[in-house]
């Protein structure tokens, strides 16, 4: 996210983005409803050390994976200060819809982290 904010993003080149792998990873998963089961089932493949429920979790976690449902109750569950407890090589991937993560009002605060992949996003971002 650094190199698109700075402009340093270049074009693609076949090992971009190919930093931390999962094995031996210690994942967060926040939903484990029907996604997150699912999400957790298939990194066992991967040879991951251990899988969370990331509510107690947030500083532990190599990888962290937003799966839940967005809900009035949830809106904006990854914060500022969700992201400032994160381990700064921590990579976020948000697979679920909505406003659980709104990267305009979070953003210094992304770029802390090691990685992130929004799915979609309410703001632009310029």
Same mark, same amino acid.
């Given at each position: 996210m650094n190199a698109v904010i700075d402009g340093s993003w270049g074009t693609w080149k076949p090992m971009c983005l190919c930093e931390q792998g999962l094995d031996g990873a210690t994942l967060g998963i926040v939903g484990l409803k029907r996604i997150g089961f699912v999400v957790a089932k298939r990194v066992r493949l991967f040879s991951v050390d251990k899988i969370l429920y990331f509510d107690t979790e947030k500083k532990n976690s190599d990888f962290v994976f937003c799966c839940s449902s967005s809900t009035p109750e949830n809106n904006e569950l990854f914060d500022a200060r969700v992201f400032n407890k994160m381990k700064k090589s921590a990579g976020f991937i948000k697979t679920s819809r909505g406003g $659980?993560?709104?990267?305009?009002? =979070? $953003? =210094?605060s992304i770029c802390t982290i090691g990685a992130a992949g929004l799915d979609d996003s309410r703001t632009n971002l310029d």
């Open positions: $659980l993560c709104e990267p305009g009002k =979070s $953003l =210094s």
